[in-house]
T-cell receptor, first 113, second 114 residues
């Protein structure tokens, strides 16, 4: 089955800890994205990557980091510098970096205890 | 003024009703328009994609774009309880380095009652 997988589905973290969220796609898409979704706020772009070994900050990159070492993988690290990390995190991909539609994974719900 | 405005609802309708969901936008550079459906605790699923003014139909769903009024709509005919979800509008430009970026509305929560 082609698609986007995110793991884990639920993640709990203590304050002060870094945590990494996984995103993998087998759609052969060039571009990948990370969004954060909070109740009543819609989706906000954290980071995006148009090609391997390249990525750019989105609207709310502070406290987050990413890597894109492989075309199919785009992990997101939520660092201890992120002040309010509890949220629903969504990974997406699109065929190219143009105005293509984006396809989303199932999401990871991160809760900071 | 926010770039994309979407009434959050909630919107509750009886089964079989015609549902109208709407977004307005302020950026005249938006040229590509999408509607996503998101079930609770799931990722958004693409429903409709259009890039021109006018109507686009897909089964029970019709997407309508009016660029002169900066207004887009999604109509759902013969609504079903399985249509109960949050509906997100999204749009993007086609200008230079920012043509990757989707700007989302906040979503409208729809409940279709049996």
């Amino acid at each position: 089955d082609g698609g986007i997988t995110q793991s884990p589905k639920y993640l709990f973290r203590k304050e002060g800890q870094n945590v990494t969220l996984s995103c993998e796609q087998n759609l052969n898409h060039d571009a990948m994205y990370w969004y954060r979704q909070d109740p009543g706020q819609g989706l906000r772009l954290i980071y995006y990557s148009q090609i391997v070994n390249d990525f750019q900050k989105g609207d709310i990159a502070e406290g987050y980091s990413v890597s894109r070492e492989k075309k199919e993988s785009f992990p997101l690290t939520v660092t201890s510098a992120q002040k309010n990390p509890t949220a629903f995190y969504l990974c997406a991909s699109s065929p190219g970096a143009g105005p293509d539609t984006q396809y989303f994974g199932p999401g990871t719900r991160l809760t900071v205890l | 003024q926010k770039e994309v405005e979407q009434d959050p609802g909630p919107l509750s309708v009886p089964e079989g009703a015609i549902v109208s969901l709407n977004c307005t936008y302020s950026n005249s550079a938006f040229q590509y328009f999408m509607w996503y459906r998101q079930y609770s605790r799931k990722g958004p699923e693409l429903l409709m994609y259009t890039y021109s003014s006018g109507n686009k139909e897909d089964g029970r769903f019709t997407a309508q774009v009016d660029k002169s009024s900066k207004y887009i709509s999604l109509f759902i005919r013969d609504s079903q309880p399985s249509d109960s979800a949050t509906y997100l509008c999204a749009m993007s430009t086609n200008s230079g380095g920012s043509n990757y970026k989707l700007t989302f509305g906040k979503g409208t929560l729809l409940t279709v009652n049996p």
